[in-house]
C-alpha cells in the first residue's frame, strides 16, 4: 500500500501536473532499500518510529552525496556531522508523525464509504433508489454536459492532485461554466496543507532554523 | 414523473427552488436535506485519493491526465469521455469522492437553471444519492 502525504515539493502554477508523488513511505522505503509494504505496517503499526527516523538519518548521512540535491534545505556543508544528522532525524520524525494523522483519517474515510455502500447494497429499497438516482443523473447528464466535465475534472484530480488545479486556466472555464463555487472549493483542496499543527524544531535549531512542512 | 417526488434540499438550495415558476414547482415537494457528515477540506482530498475508478477506459483516461500539461490536453483526453455512460460503479466513486459540499453546490448551480421537469429530476437523483452517502443511516 502506498500512500498519499506527499513529500515532493509542490508544483509551480506554471508547470502542471507536479511531478510524480513521493510519499514518506515511498522515500523512506528508497532510502532503506525496504518494501514500502514494510514501512507502511511499521507506519500503521506505530512501531519503533523513533527508531526508523535514526536509520534513516543514518542512512542520509552515510550516502550524503545522493541526497545532498533532494534536501537541499540542510546546511550539508556547514553543519557538524552529529548536529546534521540529528535534524535529519528530526525531520523524519516529523514526517511520519504527519504521515500517521494522514493514514488515520484516511482509514476513517474508508470505514465511513465501506459502510455506505454496504448499506446501499445489502438493502434491497435502497439499492433499487440508488440505481433510479443514478439513471436520473445520467439522463441529465445527457442534457447537461457540464457534468460530464465535473466528472472528468474530477477523475483527473484524483489521478493528478493539486498541481493539476494550481495549474490556471481553470479559473476562466469555471467562470464560463457558472460553476465558480465548486472549483474553488476545489483549488482550496489543492492548496490544501498538511493536517500536522506543529512541527517540532530541530535539535539546534534558532527561530530561522525551520524544517519545511510536506506539501499535501 | 418518478413516483418519488420528494426532493432533499438545504435550506439554501430550497431557497433557489422556490424561485422556480409554480408550473415547474408543480409536483414536488421538498424536506430539509440533513449531512449526517463532518466536510474538511483534508477529508474531501482523502475521498480523491481513495477513489477506485474500474472502467479501462476512465482508468487510461487518469493515466494520460498524469501526463498532460495543460487545460486543452485534459480536454482531447476527455472529448471521448460521456458522463452518461460512465458505469455505475464509478459514478459511485466520483459521487462520494465529491462529497456532500461539491454535490451541493452542483444541486444550486443546476437549480438555478432548471427549465423543465426533466431537469428537477436529475437533480432529485443527486439529492438522493447525497441523502444515501452522507445523510442520516
Given at each position: 500500500?502506498?500512500?498519499?502525504?506527499?513529500?515532493?515539493?509542490?508544483?509551480?502554477?506554471?508547470?502542471?501536473?507536479?511531478?510524480?508523488?513521493?510519499?514518506?513511505?515511498?522515500?523512506?522505503?528508497?532510502?532503506?532499500?525496504?518494501?514500502?509494504?514494510?514501512?507502511?505496517?511499521?507506519?500503521?503499526?506505530?512501531?519503533?518510529?523513533?527508531?526508523l527516523a535514526a536509520e534513516v538519518a543514518e542512512t542520509v548521512m552515510e550516502e550524503r552525496h545522493d541526497y545532498e540535491e533532494k534536501f537541499p534545505w540542510f546546511n550539508w556543508d556547514t553543519e557538524e556531522d552529529e548536529m546534521l544528522k540529528n535534524k535529519i532525524e528530526a525531520y523524519f520524525v516529523s514526517q511520519i508523525d504527519q504521515h500517521i494523522m494522514y493514514l488515520r483519517e484516511k482509514a476513517e474515510v474508508l470505514e465511513h464509504?465501506?459502510?455506505?455502500?454496504a448499506e446501499i447494497e445489502k438493502d434491497p429499497e435502497k439499492k433499487s433508489l440508488w440505481k433510479r438516482a443514478l439513471d436520473k443523473v445520467k439522463g441529465f447528464a445527457k442534457k447537461h454536459p457540464i457534468l460530464t466535465a465535473v466528472g472528468v475534472l474530477a477523475l483527473a484530480f484524483a489521478a493528478t492532485g493539486a498541481g493539476f488545479w494550481?495549474?490556471?486556466?481553470?479559473?476562466?472555464?469555471a467562470t464560463s461554466t457558472g460553476l465558480?463555487?465548486?472549483?474553488e472549493y476545489f483549488a482550496g483542496v489543492?492548496?490544501?496543507?498538511?493536517?500536522t499543527p506543529y512541527t517540532p524544531p530541530t535539535p539546534g535549531g534558532g527561530e530561522l532554523d525551520v524544517v519545511p512542512d510536506i506539501p499535501v | 414523473m418518478d413516483d418519488n417526488t420528494t426532493l432533499y434540499l438545504t435550506d439554501e438550495e430550497k431557497t433557489v427552488f422556490d424561485k422556480l415558476s409554480d408550473e415547474l414547482k408543480e409536483g414536488w415537494t421538498v424536506e430539509t436535506a440533513v449531512i449526517d457528515y463532518e466536510e474538511t477540506p483534508q477529508k474531501q482530498r482523502i475521498r480523491f485519493d481513495v477513489m477506485n475508478i474500474q472502467s479501462p477506459a476512465l482508468q487510461e483516461f487518469q493515466e494520460k491526465a498524469k501526463e498532460a500539461k495543460t487545460k486543452e490536453e485534459i480536454e482531447v483526453l476527455a472529448?471521448?469521455?460521456?458522463?452518461?455512460?460512465?458505469?455505475?460503479v464509478d459514478l459511485t466513486e466520483i459521487f462520494y469522492a465529491l462529497g456532500p459540499v461539491s454535490i451541493g453546490i452542483l444541486i444550486a448551480q443546476f437549480l438555478s437553471g432548471v427549465?423543465?421537469?426533466?431537469?428537477?429530476?436529475?437533480?432529485?437523483?443527486m439529492s438522493i444519492i447525497r441523502n444515501l452517502l452522507f445523510g442520516p443511516k
Open positions: 500500500m502506498t500512500t498519499d502525504t506527499d513529500v515532493t515539493p509542490e508544483a509551480s502554477p506554471e508547470v502542471a501536473p507536479r511531478a510524480p508523488r513521493e510519499t514518506v513511505d515511498v522515500m523512506i522505503g528508497q532510502i532503506l532499500n525496504k518494501d514500502v509494504e514494510e514501512i507502511n505496517a511499521m507506519l500503521v503499526e506505530e512501531e519503533e518510529l523513533e527508531k464509504k465501506t459502510e455506505r455502500l494550481l495549474a490556471g486556466e481553470w479559473e476562466l472555464f465558480n463555487k465548486l472549483f489543492g492548496e490544501l496543507n498538511p493536517v | 472529448a471521448e469521455l460521456d458522463f452518461s455512460s460512465f458505469n455505475d427549465q423543465s421537469d426533466e431537469d428537477i429530476q436529475g437533480i432529485l437523483g
